[in-house]
């Protein structure tokens, strides 16, 4: 089968990868409809984490060809969204609604690489959920956004605790950070404060539901998120860009007592654990665990009540995914899809 | 009045200061019946933060002596306990629960100290707490540590949300650590894991509630929790020692999910996000926010409940500072109560 392979740092070829077989009776072959290019798959292109041959991609929604004899949630023939870290859901962990950290979490990006034609899927019952039926092609993009960018955006604005009377401040306007905004708006909250200086990123933050935008960063960020919130800070704050600056102006934007959900940090960020103490703040972070969300996403998709597929602004086939990669290094696109 | 100042790092001395008067109309004066050195008193103490002729102390209880017209809930003659911020408790913060975050927020460390003869306690109404009568001379010591230490580490269980069903695993066996263990106990954790290394103090952790002592540290001691909880962790860690490596090994023995409550930090902890990150652990941090808990722990030591006092192991009249300084220096004492 053809697939994205990362040579190197910049070097992204799509070639004959070969083709996944069964291995454990709970793994399914999924034949794949779509993928994307991530955010994070720009770090390796960049240099920022090691690339050596690696088989990229971690977001996938396709069509089950085949599956273990263990396999009993979904079928041959099913239309099936992924979460982009394999879990069993039914450790202790999965229970408690954290998939992203189960006892047999494995990430799809490191060890299964879903830019590509078909991938085999562990813990298939565990990590995959069925659509109600065959999609129309419609709806594909806004689907292939629950595997990750939605359910990334969704539980950074569970973590910090969005809801009805809640001001809630989203630092970055990437596609997580503007589909935090999406969920927020889903979630009830009152106020949505998105952070960006991108006209066409804010017009599309206002579409999902923000209702203020700032455009200063750091210490005059806060200084604006406090002016709007009577001095205060926000309730619910998200952190969607991962770098030092952001991940403090996010923790000085939350008032005392407040939420901050993270959903990306970079190696380098380092927290001076005295500003955390006296922010005095709930902190909830780490990768989301997409699969306690999927099939309420998945409903929300099916029923045209969210339409998450807007944060793709190019569509590329999957032999043009250097374009795609070179596209969103070079910031003319947010983010990806790639088509098979 | 008497009261303790500290000249310079080392140097603490009992002399005369000027008596508190009212200032502000919702002020009161407290004359204190006992106060006591707090394992922070010992920073200044010992260099790691400046000392300058700085009046000490922020634990407090006493009889009220004078209170400013616009105050309603304490009145000439109630014995009170107060927390270690001044809050108002009325504003949104406040009422939120994090009195330590409240907008008029003021360190009693900073700027009144206790280990006097009186205070002036700004915002009596919103920081002080009367108790139901005149107390028992034996329960002064308990109603004492309600001030901060046991305020402090029932704030720390609380954010590490021990409860029912819940493995607790405490990082610290000082008094704030053993506060914790009492809290998790009265809370109803099913299991609480008590880090020390000390006779004495692993004894006094299992007088409050400790089911199981663990006495590694670092790596190892992480290792010892997840093998007590079937490789997953601690639902809840309380971490109360407040340095680099007390602070990581408490992320470290939290569960994917679970929930890290800690109450000290000191200046050079850096916490690097990426661990954090993949550790996928709620936090909850920061100056306790007493108050909240004053009603509660005053009735529960009322009633008898809780025995809070024992922390205490060495009493002294306000005269002897300087020697309660040394002997919890010198880790003489774990914890100095002065009398007045």
Redesign the interface.
Same mark, same amino acid.
């Given at each position: 089968m053809r697939g994205v392979v990362m040579h190197t740092a910049g070097d992204v070829r799509v070639e004959e990868r070969d083709d996944p077989k069964i291995i454990d009776a709970t793994d399914a072959i999924v034949k794949l409809t779509a993928t994307c290019i991530c955010g994070s798959d720009l770090w390796p292109y960049r240099g920022i984490e090691p690339a050596d041959h690696q088989a990229m991609g971690h977001e996938y929604v396709g069509v089950v060809e085949e599956i273990g004899s263990e396999v009993k949630n979904v079928k041959v023939g099913d239309f099936v969204v992924g979460s982009f870290v394999i879990s069993d859901n039914t450790c202790?962990?999965c229970q408690?609604?954290?998939q992203?950290?189960c +006892?047999h979490a494995e990430f799809v990006a490191q060890t299964i690489g879903t830019q590509a034609e078909k991938a085999r899927i562990p813990h298939a019952d565990g990590t995959l959920v069925a659509t109600p039926g065959q999609p129309d092609p419609e709806l594909i993009p806004a689907l292939l956004a629950a595997s990750d960018v939605l359910g990334t955006g969704w539980y950074a604005a569970v973590a910090a605790e969005a809801g009805p009377g809640k001001t809630v401040a989203v630092v970055g306007d990437g596609a997580v950070g503007l589909m935090a905004v999406l969920a927020a708006k889903q979630l009830g909250a009152e106020r949505i404060i998105a952070m960006s200086r991108h006209p066409e990123r804010q017009k599309l933050a206002r579409y999902y539901g923000a209702t203020d935008i700032v455009e200063e960063r750091g210490e005059d960020g806060i200084a604006k998120i406090k002016e709007l919130t009577?001095? #205060?800070g926000a309730h619910s704050v998200v952190e969607a860009v991962g770098t030092?600056e952001s991940?403090m102006q996010a923790v000085g934007a939350t008032?005392?007592?407040g939420h901050l959900g993270?959903v990306?940090?970079?190696?380098d +960020?380092?927290?001076?654990?005295?500003e #955390?103490?006296?922010?005095?703040?709930?902190? #909830?972070?780490?990768?989301a665990?997409v699969r306690r969300f999927l099939p309420d996403l998945i409903q929300l998709i099916w029923d045209r009540k969210i339409d998450p597929g807007k944060v793709f602004d190019l569509t590329l086939p999957l032999d043009q995914a250097a374009e795609g990669y070179k596209a969103m290094d070079e910031r003319r696109a947010t983010k990806v899809l790639l088509t098979l």
């Open positions: 202790e962990i408690a609604g954290f992203s950290k +006892v009577n001095g #205060l030092q991940f008032r005392g007592g993270y990306g940090v970079n190696y +960020v380092t927290i001076p654990g005295i #955390l103490f006296f922010a005095g703040i709930h902190t #909830l972070g780490g990768p665990p």
